[in-house]
């Protein structure tokens, strides 16, 4: 069984990346680290707490990671991220206040420990920005060659960014933190918007959910509907909505879901073109390459899977 950590800012998507671990065989989500980004970093541990609940994983802990970037004091949560993922975060669906606390040991030192007990077996997905896993580098570089697996959504190499045409939302919350990961020496798999723009969700299969009866499966539909209503506000070009952040789970768990792209890449933290996921000039030639990037995903076997987990998991 492979021992997971999300790092997360929950966030709809977020939720789905916790339902898609939660559902998978073989998988144990040893614990939750909440992140800022789609929202502050207090209310993501609670969303977290909240859909844990409600999925009925009452023991996995939920810490808190950092609570803005590595180069601010403070986090201001963007306009567009209410809008897009509601003001609570999980589509205005208001759940149950969770009956467990958030855990008192800080995300980068529950994630440092995990390494050091776990190693290779450990698989981190983060889906939010990456400052927590900056900061625990920062802590214990040779963590760095201890982990097994790291999959990240965030980024975009063959297409523009969505916060802009350079940056994609998570890498644009703190590039410093993305570019020292990113020439860390990490091996990291990139699923960037390149693939998670072709990996869409419709009603149509909302509505499955909804047709289960259960408390999670109309939960899920409601908090998911809303998101597919805000893409079509903000992304009226795509029928449907990203399953960005599920889809990185997917690929830490099966990477035959994508094809990637071995490169040397770096972030770009310069004004103009602020969270840039681009190759690394400098180290083109090397042959050794430390990221994966996906290009290219079976969008159609992926989907299939997830609707095969999270129908499962929303049916019970
Ligand atoms: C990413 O940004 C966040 O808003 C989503 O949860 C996802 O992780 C997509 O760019
Ligand atoms: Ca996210």
Redesign the pocket.
């Known amino acids: 069984t492979k021992k997971m950590i999300l790092d997360l ?1 929950t ?1 709809i ?2 939720s789905m990346a916790i339902a898609y671990a939660l559902a998978a065989p073989d998988v144990d989500l040893i614990g939750i680290i909440g992140s800022y ?2 929202v502050y970093v207090k209310d993501g541990g609670i969303n977290a707490l909240k859909i844990l609940e409600l999925l009925g994983a009452t023991d996995v802990p939920v810490y808190l990671g950092e609570s803005h970037s590595l180069t601010s004091d403070h986090f201001d949560r963007m306009q567009v ?1 209410a809008r ?1 993922h509601g003001e609570n975060g999980i589509g205005q669906v208001q759940l149950p206040e969770p009956k467990r606390a958030l855990e008192t040991t800080s995300g980068v030192d529950f994630l440092i420990d995990s390494v050091k007990k776990y190693g290779q077996n450990l698989t981190l997905v983060p ?2 920005p990456l400052t927590n896993l900056a900061k625990a580098l920062d802590k214990a570089p040779e963590i760095a060659h201890e982990i097994g697996n790291v999959t990240l ?1 965030g980024g975009a190499l063959t297409v523009e960014g ?1 916060v802009n045409a350079y940056a ?3 890498i644009n919350q703190d590039a410093e933190a993305a570019n020292a990961v990113f020439t860390s020496p990490l091996h990291l798999t990139m699923v960037g918007l390149d693939v998670t723009l072709r990996t869409l969700l419709t009603r149509k299969e909302t509505s499955q959910w909804r047709d289960l009866n259960t408390k999670a499966g109309t939960a899920f539909a409601d908090i998911v509907d809303y998101y597919i209503d805000a893409y079509k506000e903000t992304n009226p070009q795509v029928p449907g909505c990203a399953l ?2 599920p889809l990185a789970v997917g690929v830490a768990l099966d990477p035959s879901f994508i094809t990637t792209l071995g490169l040397n890449m770096f972030v770009s933290t310069d004004k103009e073109t602020y969270g840039r996921t681009i190759g690394d000039q400098a180290r083109l030639d090397e042959p050794a390459t430390n990221v994966n990037v996906g290009i290219n995903v079976d969008a159609d076997r992926y989907l299939a899977t997830f609707m095969k987990y999270l129908t499962g998991l929303f049916a019970k």
């Open positions: 800012d966030g998507d977020d980004g789609n991220s897009i889906t939010g959504m969505n994609e939302a998570n960005h952040d």
